[in-house]
């Protein structure tokens, strides 16, 4: 984070994110808030990318960009009353105190924390060392959140899934 | 570093370009400069190539379908009709841009340049030639993933500031599709990323030339399931049911005009060509070609091969009928699905047994090779008779009269497990 380049690109993807994640709260119609949504994801992956993270700044476009926002997207479209308007909220108080509070907690804590910097070089290939950690020291914290989503995955079928037999509803 | 050949050496186009890098490093610029040159020069080639292959792929592709359909296709423009793709970029640069009253402006303006950007971004990572990328990153095949999903959000916006019921239901669809062809894709790249040990793509060259072998010959199913997932994303025929000009006029783009609808055309032939050069790259050995790479220059290779993939495209577009919608659906989930899943799962415990066991390639990859292919064709067909799809009946046994739709099909759907 030294050379010029690495500072400008940090304060132009700065700008995008927070830019963008503005706008999200700021404009009425969904959609759009869900396209600057999106931007202000693949601001994160570019910030990822001057911290040399790659493969984080991939799996972020791949998973938010790519997959988060089709889900909200969707989130949009079965909801009746929603889909025009986001101006509609009796909760504009207490939301601005909880955003204010967690913003003050992050701050602080980032202000105060004795960050430790590591003096060891980067890595050549994120991937395979990230594969590693996750298949070797976190295996356990790993499976239990592959099986945490497939029985979501699972309790979302069964909730929404309509009586009657499969054969029926051929 | 070793020295660089001679500029005018074609073999490596990189030649001409490191030979003007150094003599404006020669002329004293500072560091910055040769490297947003190079970055510059790059793109630019790249534009070109693909305006110039998009220009040409217009014209072949519409005499090539005009003669499989026994037509005769655009012969009035210039001989043989060979400035119609001219004449058509001039009609739509000329065309009133409409946008509808109701539209949400911003967005339907946002759309054709956000389905632009991805289209052109994937080709920063493909090596056309050795060393011939713009940047070969280390995680080059997750990202060729990544930005293209990055399209189902332009797509869905398209369809949406359109404020159109046809258009919307477009967009819908391509998110649905997309959104299944997508997993189909990541399982069959996973398999090459195994094999190879590495996500960037010019390693996966590297190892294919390295071991004398092309991708293809390991992992066929996986090139199958790989070309079908594909071409539902590039949304050409027979897969191109978001823009089903029959059923829902043409799709997202339905109220898109002049050189709007030019941006979405332009950008759907890009899609095109990146797919088929990741296919190249990953599964056909990418610049290498046993040995001839030592004559031809591997770039003229490489545009040969993906030429050849591309005009796959096209030959499927023009002879086979288009989908419904819930056969490709039900073809993702039921068909595709579990068969790369075990495509995996055997890429997985062969790479296994050849490395435990310390096998030498030259016996364990022809191995590998005959075992994949045989086991490809067991499952498509075993899985196939399992589903009841194997035969399809030539003449219906009766009509099946469906209540809910309101309309006559002449087959039943594909029973649960075993009947047919």
């Known amino acids: ?83 025009r308007d986001n101006a509609e909220t009796f909760l504009q108080a207490p939301g601005l105190l909880l955003a204010g509070l967690v913003a003050f907690t992050i701050a602080f804590v980032s202000l105060e924390a004795d960050w430790s910097v590591v003096e060891r070089e980067g890595f050549e290939e994120t991937a395979s060392v990230i594969g590693e950690a996750l298949l070797s020291k976190y295996v356990l914290p790993f499976e239990m959140a592959s099986v945490l989503l497939l029985v979501s995955m699972l309790g979302a079928i069964v909730l929404v899934r309509p009586e009657g037999t499969p054969e029926e509803e051929e | 570093m070793p020295p660089l050949a001679e500029w005018y050496d074609l073999r490596d186009l990189g030649n001409a370009v490191g030979a003007f890098l150094d003599w404006i490093r020669d002329q004293g610029a500072p560091d910055w400069v040769p490297y947003v040159v190079s970055g510059v020069i790059g793109i630019l080639a790249i534009l070109v190539w693909l305006l110039l292959s998009q220009l040409s792929f217009i014209w072949i592709e519409r005499r090539v379908i005009g003669r499989m359909q026994s037509r005769i296709g655009p012969n009035r423009v210039g001989p043989r009709g060979l400035l119609q793709p001219i004449a058509d970029t001039i009609k739509l640069f000329l065309k009133e841009a409409i946008t509808n009253r109701h539209a949400d402006r911003p967005l339907f303006w946002a759309a054709p ?30 990202f060729v993933i990544a930005v ?24 819908m669809r391509t998110v649905a599709m997309l959104i299944s062809y ?38 066929p199913l996986a090139l199958v399931s790989f070309i079908i997932a594909s071409s539902v994303e590039i949304g050409r025929s027979p897969m191109d049911i978001s823009e089903a000009e029959s059923e829902i006029v043409a799709g997202y783009h339905t109220e898109y005009s002049g050189i709007k609808f030019g941006f979405f055309y332009t950008a759907e032939y890009f899609a095109g060509f990146a797919i088929s050069a990741i296919t190249v790259a990953l599964y056909l050995g990418g610049w290498t070609a046993w040995g001839l790479e030592e004559w031809v220059p591997g770039w003229l290779l490489f545009l040969a091969k993906l030429y050849l993939v591309f005009f796959l495209f096209v030959w499927t577009r023009g002879t086979l009928p288009r989908l419904r919608i819930d056969q490709l659906m039900a073809f993702a989930w039921k068909f595709l699905l579990p068969l790369a899943l075990v495509n995996v799962l055997v890429t997985g415990a062969e790479v296994l047994i050849w490395r435990e066991g310390d096998l030498s390639a030259g016996l364990a990859l022809p191995i590998f090779g005959i075992v994949n292919a045989a086991l490809a064709v067991a499952l498509v067909i075993g899985w196939a008779t399992f589903m009841g799809h194997l035969r399809p009946e030539r003449r219906a046994k009766r009509a099946v009269l469906t209540q809910e739709l309101g309309a006559i099909y002449y087959r039943r759907p594909a029973g649960p497990l075993g009947e047919a």
Not at chain 1, 51 to 58: G, K
Not at chain 2, 115 to 138: C, E, H, R
Not at chain 2, 148 to 171: E, Q, R
């Open chain 2, 148 to 171: 293209s999903s990055v399209n189902t959000m332009a797509v869905f916006v398209a369809g949406w500031a359109s404020n159109n019921k046809f258009a919307l239901l477009g967009a």
């Open chain 2, 113 to 142: 340049i956000l389905i632009f950007l991805p289209a052109l971004t994937v080709f920063a990572v493909i090596p056309f030639g050795s060393g011939m990328s713009l940047a070969d990153l280390n995680v080059g095949v997750l």
């Open chain 2, 182 to 219: 997508e997993l189909i894709q990541v399982l069959a790249l996973l398999g090459i990323a195994v094999f190879a040990g590495s996500m960037r793509i010019g390693a996966i060259v590297d190892w294919q030339s390295h071991f004398n072998t092309w991708l293809l010959f390991l992992q």
């Open chain 1, 1 to 83: 984070m030294e050379d010029t380049g690495s500072i400008v690109a940090f304060w132009l993807l700065a700008a995008l994110t927070v830019g963008a994640a503005l706008g999200v709260a700021a404009v009425r119609d969904l959609i759009r808030a869900v396209v600057l949504l999106i931007t202000s994801f693949l601001g994160v992956a570019g910030l990822y990318i001057t911290l040399s993270a790659d493969f984080v700044a991939v799996a972020q476009v791949l998973i938010y960009a790519g997959a988060i926002s089709v889900l909200i997207l969707f989130a949009i479209m079965l909801t009746p009353r929603a889909s």
